[in-house]
């Protein structure tokens, strides 16, 4: 009798471009049952023994997502699996600038999508998987940035530092369940990506930090996106994922 071969199963949100494109290209390169979150579809190439299947959704409106996502795990439950990820790497782009010079739906905007959508849908997940008997994993694509404060960039610091500490508090939860959620907060190091070239053409005087980024640039110190994302994708895969909280492939 043929055995059915098991798939490992990961959700990824931002997989319409930058790194979360890079990440789902390669998930369905080795095999993966994939489920994206994204705004816009991504024109994916679906290879043999692997599954793609693509959500367009608004992250600023998470919690009808969330439940969506809550329903649709449930329903996978008898599935042979290899294992169950979520990787939270959806984020908003705004014009680099003061606090005070940002406009109050940009600054609404970078929270809810990148630090509200990532706690509801990380909830979700963790609710409908409990009882599998699979390795689970919850990785959140946070940032240099949200260990080292930067002027021009107050929501996006702030939203990443938030990510981190959610990460801190879910690992100290998940530690003490049986099969609980193995937890990372990863930075994944500077890439050539849509918001590298917002911080490198900013207006100096509004982002004083611009010319280091050009720099940056100029002096070819980015990864690019398929290089960072097989990065991550490597320590996610790592048989330690979860003893550091809050990692950076830099130091991997």
Same mark, same amino acid.
């Given at each position: 009798?043929?055995?059915?071969?098991?798939m490992?199963?990961?959700?990824?949100?931002?997989?319409?471009?930058?790194?979360?494109?890079?990440?789902a290209?390669?998930?369905?390169?080795?095999?993966?049952?994939?489920?994206?979150?994204?705004?816009?579809?991504?024109?994916?190439?679906v290879?043999?023994?692997?599954?793609?299947?693509?959500?367009?959704?608004?992250?600023v409106?998470?919690?009808p !997502?969330?439940?969506?996502?809550?329903?649709w795990?449930?329903?996978?439950?008898?599935?042979?699996l290899?294992s169950?990820t979520l990787?939270?790497n959806?984020a908003?782009?705004?014009?680099?600038?003061?606090?005070?010079?940002?406009?109050?739906?940009?600054l609404?905007?970078?929270? $809810? !999508?990148?630090?509200e959508?990532p706690?509801?849908?990380?909830?979700?997940?963790?609710?409908?998987?409990?009882?599998?008997a699979?390795?689970?994993?919850?990785?959140?694509?946070?940032?240099?940035? +949200?260990?080292r404060?930067?002027?021009?960039?107050a929501?996006?610091c702030?939203?990443?530092?938030?990510?981190?500490?959610l990460? $801190?508090?879910?690992?100290?939860?998940?530690a003490?369940?049986?099969? +609980?959620?193995?937890?990372?907060?990863?930075?994944p190091?500077?890439?050539?990506?849509?918001?590298?070239?917002?911080?490198?053409t900013?207006?100096?005087?509004?982002?004083?930090?611009?010319? $280091?980024?050009?720099?940056?640039?100029?002096?070819?110190q980015?990864?690019?996106?398929g290089?960072a994302?097989?990065? !991550?994708?490597?320590?996610?895969?790592?048989?330690d994922?979860?003893?550091?909280?809050?990692?950076?492939?830099?130091?991997?």
């Amino acid at each position: 009798m043929l055995q059915t071969m098991k798939m490992h199963l990961t959700v990824l949100t931002g997989a319409s471009r930058g790194l979360g494109a890079a990440m789902a290209e390669q998930l369905l390169k080795n095999g993966h049952r994939l489920l994206t979150l994204s705004r816009h579809t991504a024109d994916l190439w679906v290879v043999a023994g692997s599954d793609l299947e693509q959500w367009t959704a608004d992250l600023v409106d998470a919690a009808p !997502v969330a439940a969506q996502l809550e329903a649709w795990l449930l329903a996978q439950a008898t599935r042979p699996l290899a294992s169950v990820t979520l990787i939270n790497n959806a984020a908003a782009l705004s014009a680099p600038a003061p606090l005070h010079e940002s406009s109050a739906d940009d600054l609404s905007r970078a929270l $809810r !999508v990148g630090l509200e959508a990532p706690m509801l849908l990380s909830a979700a997940f963790l609710r409908a998987t409990a009882g599998w008997a699979v390795p689970r994993r919850l990785l959140f694509i946070s940032s240099g940035l +949200g260990r080292r404060a930067m002027a021009g960039s107050a929501s996006y610091c702030a939203v990443k530092a938030g990510m981190d500490h959610l990460a $801190r508090a879910i690992a100290l939860e998940q530690a003490g369940l049986a099969n +609980g959620a193995r937890v990372a907060s990863l930075a994944p190091g500077v890439i050539d990506t849509d918001m590298q070239v917002q911080l490198r053409t900013a207006d100096p005087a509004r982002f004083p930090e611009q010319a $280091r980024f050009a720099a940056l640039k100029t002096g070819g110190q980015l990864d690019s996106p398929g290089d960072a994302a097989a990065k !991550v994708l490597a320590y996610l895969a790592r048989p330690d994922f979860g003893q550091n909280v809050t990692a950076d492939v830099r130091d991997a």
